[in-house]
Every structure is written in C-alpha cells, then in structure tokens.
C-alpha cells in the first residue's frame, strides 16, 4: 500500500511543494518553522487515513467555492490528498441514495473529521431537508462520532446572514453540546486557515490554541486594524469622505463603515486569493465577516457610524 507521500507524488505533489505548505503552516499558527519536516511526515502518514465529512446547510455554496478557488494548494490537491474527502453535497460523483449510504458508511466506521458549511435551521426542522430527514439530526449524528468538528465561513460558526431571517439559523456549537466546535468565521471561509488547521491536527493530533470564541488565536488574534495599512492616516485623523478624490483613495475607510476596529481577523497579513488582495487594499471597508455581529449587527455595512441610528 502507497503512503501518503507516495499518494502526493503521484498526483505530481514534490516533496519541496509539501514542505512549502507545512512551513507555511508552522508560521501561521507559531509554531517553530524548524519543526516543518515533522510536520510534513507526520501528515504524510495521515493523509490516507483520516476522512472528512463536509456537511451543508443553509448557505450559498460560497465556502466550497472559496475552497476550490485555492491556487497553492489547488483544489484537487486539497479535495484528493490532503483532506480525502468521503462526503461532500456539491463536489462527490455519487448523488442520491448512493450519497447518503457513502456518508452512513463513514459515520458508522467514525474516526473522522466533520465540516459544517453553511446555518442550521432551529425554527422549523422543515427548513433545511435531507434525505427526507431534518438537517440538524444527520449533523448531530455525524458530530457524535466525529474527532474533531469543524464550522467554515460564518454561517457556520454563528447562522450568518440567514440568522436575520425567519428559520432562526444558529451556528453549530449552539446545536451541540459537550462537543467543541473549531470556528474558521469569515464570508467565506479562507482555504489557507482550513488546510492549516487540518495539516496541524493531523501532525499533533490535537487542536491549536483558541481564543473565547473558539477561533484559532494564530488567524483571529489581532483585529484588522491593528495590522491595516491605512492605520497611520486614522492615527492622524485622515479619513476617505471623497471616494473621487484621488488624493485620499489610501485614507482610512472608518467613515465609509470600515469594521476592522471590532473585527479580530488576520487578513491584512494574509491576504485573499492566494495572496492577491483583502478589502481595505482594494478600497473596500471592512464589513466585519468574521465577527459574531455580522451581518445583522453590523447593519447598514457602509456608513458613517455618525449616520447610524
């Protein structure tokens, strides 16, 4: 039988590739980069090991997009090797019956990791159906078997945008109880913060350190602000009201609506899309998606807190 080394070179994964992510990994969540080959050996023997469970509620898809828009690693890398993924609704060949019975069988075998997507309904079970079954009853089922429970993107962790709505969508730590939930809040979740939680897990086969909300300290820390480029204008009082003047395009967005204030999120040291950008360098204020308060309380996202009522 191949290991998982084998299993990454034969999708043409080279050694140096993998030991990229993993010191990648390392620095993210502080580990001392000179334990990356560890890392990387100790995942390696997992990788053909562990099965993930990916679970969709009330949402938009949006985190399986972000997840397959990832270009270093790329998708079939994350979906093939690093995550062996047994059951996902959106990305698996089988549909139907054959689906579920995929899903019962890696249930029953357990030992596995599960990943919610998307709010669960608690208003009304008939919100969100599957298999003819409530959704919050096949993921309460799946999370009592699971090693470790993973919620992606914000209406995971906290029901989202849906949480304003009439299905009182909740988050899934408010489903369970007596599981610890890992919460990876953002809209919609980043891939980087996914495969570095699931590469730590894997090499330490435990979790990393979590803040009061259940975040991993390493990505949820700091606020926005703390690290935004534009933070010496707001320290000078230099704020955007203009967005056609040119001359003060790189002020601080507080007055435009801007979050980061209040939101603990690292993306202004990591940025999106594989490295290309965030919302405050691309001229967007920050709407505070991996806040609790989003989005309902942060509502209206672009105005001036002076304006609000």
Not at 172 to 188: D, M, R
């Amino acid at each position: 039988m191949e290991n998982g080394y084998q299993r990454l070179a034969r999708r043409g994964i080279s050694r140096r590739d993998f030991l990229k992510l993993c010191t990648f990994t390392c620095a993210a969540l502080g580990i001392d980069l000179s334990l990356a080959p560890q890392i990387a050996e100790a995942a390696e023997a997992n990788l053909s090991k562990k099965p993930v469970i990916w679970m969709q509620g009330q949402g938009c898809t949006g985190c399986s997009e972000s997840l397959l828009s990832s270009a270093d690693p790329g998708p079939e890398q994350i979906i093939l090797d690093l995550l062996s993924v047994r059951y996902h609704p959106t990305l698996m060949a089988a549909s139907g019956e054959q689906a579920i019975q995929s899903l019962e069988e890696c249930i029953t075998q357990g030992h596995y990791i599960l990943v919610l997507e998307g709010s669960i309904p608690t208003a009304d079970p008939r919100y969100c159906f599957v298999e003819g079954k409530p959704f919050i009853e096949q993921f309460k089922m799946a999370a009592a078997k699971a090693e470790a429970v993973i919620a992606v993107g914000s209406c995971a962790c906290y029901g989202g945008i849906p949480r304003a709505g009439l299905t009182g969508a909740v988050g899934a730590q408010e489903v369970l109880e007596g599981v610890k939930v890992v919460n990876l809040p953002s809209c919609p979740v980043k891939p980087d913060r996914l495969v570095g939680l699931l590469l730590y897990y894997l090499s330490q086969n435990a979790l990393p350190k979590l803040d009061g909300l259940n975040r991993p300290e390493a990505y949820y820390r700091y606020t926005l602000h703390d690290s935004c480029y534009r933070r010496m204008h707001y320290e000078q009082g230099e704020y955007l009201e203009d967005w056609n003047n040119p001359d003060t395009l790189d002020w601080c967005l507080y007055h435009k609506g801007c979050k980061g204030k209040e939101t603990y999120t690292n993306c202004a040291n990591s940025w999106w899309n594989d490295g290309a950008n965030f919302c405050g360098y691309a001229g967007s204020p920050c709407a505070g998606c991996s806040q609790p308060e989003y989005y309902e309380g942060f509502a209206p996202l672009f105005v001036n807190p002076k304006e609000v009522k």
